[in-house]
T-cell receptor, first 113, second 113 residues
Framework: DVKVTQSSRYLVKRTGEKVFLECVQD?????MFWYRQDPGLGLRLIYF???????EKGDIPEGYSVSREKKERFSLILESASTNQTSMYLC????????????FGPGTRLLVL | DQQVKQNSPSLSVQEGRISILNCDYT??????FLWYKKYPAEGPTFLIS?????DKNEDGRFTVFLNKSAKHLSLHIVPSQPGDSAVYFC????????????FGQGTRLTINP
């Protein structure tokens, strides 16, 4: 069974803090993604990665960075958290061969005060 | 600009009846479409997909219809059940090349007993 886990379900941080969100998948997928979900805006792509040490900007990369040192792990970093980064963050992985379906983790709800 | 649009933020349907969720897209290059279902506090889960070479795809109670000339797709759920109450996202992508999904804003479906 496909499994994508995220390090925290809920996080509360202060403005200016550096925030790390971790995502791990156990399916040996090459492709991994970070999205944020906001009411009325759907899911928006922040960053994605097609391989270890590779990263590509999505639609809203400003204020974020990512790290992919191992195939199974994709980290999202908020360099200096701001209140407008309060959101639900969703990680996904995808097998580039076959149905090309993305499998999502449970999400991390981040509140920046 | 919103390339994938779900114009109905919410939909309420009687149990046992048909639920029809709609999605429009603007990019004629999209050739693969997916529907995801999301319960509160969980990540989205894949429901059904369709490629542009088809106009219909069925999976049990779920059917997706694609009208390429109108750039419109719809998800039909028959019969609707209380467990179908969730937020539904449509997404679009290109089969070849970078697999970036573009999501709609989501439609909250409520099935009333």
């Amino acid at each position: 069974d496909v499994k994508v886990t995220q390090s925290s379900r809920y996080l509360v941080k202060r403005t200016g803090e550096k925030v790390f969100l971790e995502c791990v998948q156990d399916m040996d997928h090459e492709n991994m993604f970070w999205y944020r979900q906001d009411p009325g805006l759907g899911l928006r792509l922040i960053y994605f990665s097609y391989d270890v040490k590779m990263k590509e900007k999505g639609d809203i990369p400003e204020g974020y960075s990512v790290s992919r040192e191992k195939k199974e792990r994709f980290s999202l970093i908020l360099e200096s958290a701001s209140t407008n980064q309060t959101s639900m963050y969703l990680c996904a992985s995808e097998d580039p061969v076959g149905r090309r379906v993305q499998y999502f983790g449970p999400g991390t709800r981040l509140l920046v005060l | 600009d919103q390339q994938v649009k779900q114009n109905s933020p919410s939909l309420s349907v009687q149990e046992g009846r048909i639920s029809i969720l709609n999605c429009d897209y603007t990019n004629s290059m999209f050739d693969y479409f997916l529907w995801y279902k999301k319960y509160p506090a969980e990540g989205p889960t894949f429901l059904i997909s369709i490629s542009s070479i088809k106009d219909k795809n069925e999976d049990g109670r779920f059917t997706v219809f694609l009208n390429k000339s109108a750039k419109h797709l719809s998800l039909h759920i028959v019969p609707s059940q209380p467990g179908d109450s969730a937020v539904y996202f449509c997404a679009a992508s290109l089969i070849q090349g970078a697999q970036k999904l573009v999501f709609g804003q989501g439609t909250r479906l409520t099935i009333n007993p």
